[in-house]
C-alpha cells in the first residue's frame, strides 16, 4: 500500500485500521477473529493502528498489543489519553483527566498493555477544560523527550486548542470525525492543519458503517451498540440519509467498486495528508477497504460527487448533546 506523511514526518500507510470496533461502542468482537483482522491488515500493508485505553476499557490495547507483536517494527501505534477510568476498568461517567501526572500514568499502563517500549503517537482523546493545553502539551513533550513517546496528536480538538498545541509541543495529527456525511473539519480545521503542516485522520470515514449501504431504517442494533443512542442513527434519519448512500451507489456501479469503497476514496482525493481509519471486525471488510485505496476518482469524479452531495441535507446530529460538548473545544 503506497504511504503519506503525517506532520513531522510521520509515515504512514495510507489507509489505518480503527480498532475500536472490537472492543467496545458497536459489540464486542471475538478475540480471536479480531487478531485474525489486525494480522491479516498488516500482512496487507496497513501499518497504521488506532486504540486507546478507554476502548473496553484497557481490553482494546491488550488485544492490539497481542495482535502486533509478531510486527512491531513495521507498525506505528496510536493510542490516547484524557478521559478518568477506575483502575478496575469500569467508566462510570465520560469524566476528562489530562493532568500531566495522570498522562504519565496512560502512557505506561499503556505501553504495558500493548507490549512496546515507545508510544508513536499519543493523542489527547477529547481537550479538558479545566487543564490548559499549555499544560497538556508540555507533558507530552517530557514524555517524547524521555523516549517513551515519538509523537503529539489532539482529537476533537478546535482551532485555537491546535495551534496553541502546535507552539509548546509541535503536533503530528489531528482526528476527528470527517466523511460525506460529516464534513465539519472543512470549514476551519483543515485549512489550519495545512498552514501548520499537521496531518489529519478521519475516524469513522464510512459514517459509522452507514455509508457501505448495508444498513437501512429497518436495521437493529444490539443494546451494546452505540449507535442506538445518536440522533443520526434513529429510523426516520436512516430513512432520509439513504439519498447519500444512493449517491455513493451510484458513483461505485461506475466505477466497479463499492459505496464503502468510494466514500474512502473520495476522503483520500481530498488532502495527500489525510489518512481515513476505518475499523472492521471481519476480514473481507477489510479487505474491501483496502481496495478502495485502489480507486481512482477523476476531478470529474468529484465534482459530480460534490454537485450531488451540496444537494443533499443529513439528518440528525453526530452525537447526543453531552459528547457534542466535548468537541471542538
Given at each position: 500500500?503506497?504511504?503519506?506523511?503525517?506532520?513531522?514526518?510521520?509515515?504512514?500507510?495510507?489507509?489505518?485500521?480503527?480498532?475500536?470496533?472490537?472492543?467496545?461502542?458497536?459489540?464486542?468482537?471475538?478475540?480471536?477473529?479480531?487478531?485474525?483482522?489486525?494480522?491479516?491488515?498488516?500482512?496487507?500493508?496497513?501499518?497504521?493502528?488506532?486504540?486507546?485505553?478507554?476502548?473496553?476499557?484497557?481490553?482494546?490495547?491488550?488485544?492490539?498489543?497481542?495482535?502486533?507483536?509478531?510486527?512491531?517494527?513495521?507498525?506505528?501505534?496510536?493510542?490516547?489519553?484524557?478521559?478518568?477510568?477506575?483502575?478496575?476498568?469500569?467508566?462510570?461517567?465520560?469524566?476528562?483527566?489530562?493532568?500531566?501526572?495522570?498522562?504519565?500514568?496512560?502512557?505506561?499502563?499503556?505501553?504495558?498493555?500493548?507490549?512496546?517500549?515507545?508510544?508513536?503517537?499519543?493523542?489527547?482523546?477529547?481537550?479538558?477544560?479545566?487543564?490548559?493545553?499549555?499544560?497538556?502539551?508540555?507533558?507530552?513533550?517530557?514524555?517524547?523527550?524521555?523516549?517513551?513517546?515519538?509523537?503529539?496528536?489532539?482529537?476533537?480538538?478546535?482551532?485555537?486548542?491546535?495551534?496553541?498545541?502546535?507552539?509548546?509541543?509541535?503536533?503530528?495529527?489531528?482526528?476527528?470525525?470527517?466523511?460525506?456525511w460529516t464534513r465539519d473539519p472543512e470549514?476551519?480545521?483543515?485549512?489550519?492543519?495545512?498552514?501548520?503542516?499537521?496531518?489529519?485522520?478521519?475516524?469513522?470515514?464510512?459514517?459509522?458503517?452507514?455509508?457501505?449501504?448495508?444498513?437501512?431504517?429497518?436495521?437493529?442494533f444490539e443494546s451494546t451498540d452505540?449507535?442506538?443512542?445518536?440522533?443520526?442513527?434513529?429510523?426516520?434519519?436512516?430513512?432520509?440519509?439513504?439519498?447519500?448512500?444512493?449517491?455513493?451507489?451510484?458513483?461505485?456501479?461506475?466505477?466497479?467498486?463499492?459505496?464503502?469503497?468510494?466514500?474512502?476514496?473520495?476522503?483520500?482525493?481530498?488532502?495527500?495528508?489525510?489518512?481515513?481509519?476505518?475499523?472492521?471486525?471481519?476480514?473481507?471488510?477489510?479487505?474491501?477497504?483496502?481496495?478502495?485505496?485502489?480507486?481512482?476518482?477523476?476531478?470529474?469524479?468529484?465534482?459530480?460527487?460534490?454537485?450531488?452531495?451540496?444537494?443533499?441535507?443529513?439528518?440528525?446530529?453526530?452525537?447526543?448533546?453531552?459528547?457534542?460538548?466535548?468537541?471542538?473545544?
Amino acid at each position: 500500500m503506497d504511504t503519506r506523511t503525517l506532520g513531522q514526518g510521520l509515515d504512514v500507510s495510507a489507509l489505518g485500521l480503527g480498532c475500536m470496533w472490537m472492543s467496545e461502542f458497536y459489540g464486542t468482537a471475538d478475540e480471536g477473529e479480531a487478531i485474525a483482522t489486525i494480522q491479516r491488515a498488516l500482512e496487507l500493508g496497513i501499518t497504521f493502528l488506532d486504540t486507546a485505553d478507554m476502548y473496553g476499557p484497557f481490553t482494546n490495547e491488550e488485544l492490539v498489543g497481542k495482535g502486533l507483536a509478531p510486527f512491531r517494527d513495521d507498525v506505528v501505534i496510536a493510542t490516547k489519553f484524557g478521559f478518568e477510568i477506575d483502575p478496575a476498568g469500569e467508566r462510570e461517567s465520560n469524566e476528562l483527566d489530562s493532568r500531566p501526572e495522570h498522562i504519565r500514568q496512560v502512557a505506561e499502563a499503556s505501553l504495558a498493555r500493548l507490549r512496546i517500549e515507545a508510544i508513536d503517537l499519543f493523542y489527547q482523546h477529547r481537550v479538558d477544560p479545566d487543564v490548559p493545553i499549555e499544560e497538556v502539551a508540555g507533558a507530552v513533550g517530557d514524555l517524547i523527550r524521555e523516549g517513551k513517546v515519538m509523537h503529539f496528536g489532539l482529537s476533537e480538538a478546535g482551532v485555537g486548542t491546535i495551534r496553541r498545541a502546535h507552539a509548546v509541543q509541535p503536533v503530528t495529527a489531528v482526528q476527528s470525525e470527517y466523511s460525506l456525511w460529516t464534513r465539519d473539519p472543512e470549514a476551519e480545521v483543515l485549512p489550519t492543519l495545512e498552514e501548520l503542516g499537521i496531518g489529519f485522520v478521519p475516524f469513522s470515514p464510512l459514517g459509522r458503517g452507514f455509508l457501505t449501504g448495508r444498513m437501512d431504517d429497518r436495521t437493529t442494533f444490539e443494546s451494546t451498540d452505540f449507535r442506538a443512542a445518536l440522533p443520526r442513527f434513529t429510523p426516520e434519519a436512516r430513512k432520509a440519509n439513504k439519498a447519500l448512500v444512493d449517491l455513493l451507489r451510484a458513483t461505485a456501479d461506475r466505477k466497479e467498486a463499492t459505496p464503502a469503497q468510494i466514500a474512502l476514496a473520495w476522503l483520500l482525493a481530498q488532502k495527500p495528508w489525510i489518512v481515513p481509519i476505518p475499523g472492521t471486525t471481519k476480514p473481507e471488510r477489510l479487505d474491501e477497504n483496502i481496495g478502495a485505496a485502489a480507486v481512482e476518482l477523476t476531478p470529474d469524479d468529484l465534482a459530480e460527487i460534490e454537485r450531488a452531495a451540496s444537494q443533499i441535507e443529513v439528518e440528525g446530529a453526530r452525537y447526543t448533546p453531552d459528547l457534542e460538548r466535548m468537541t471542538g473545544r
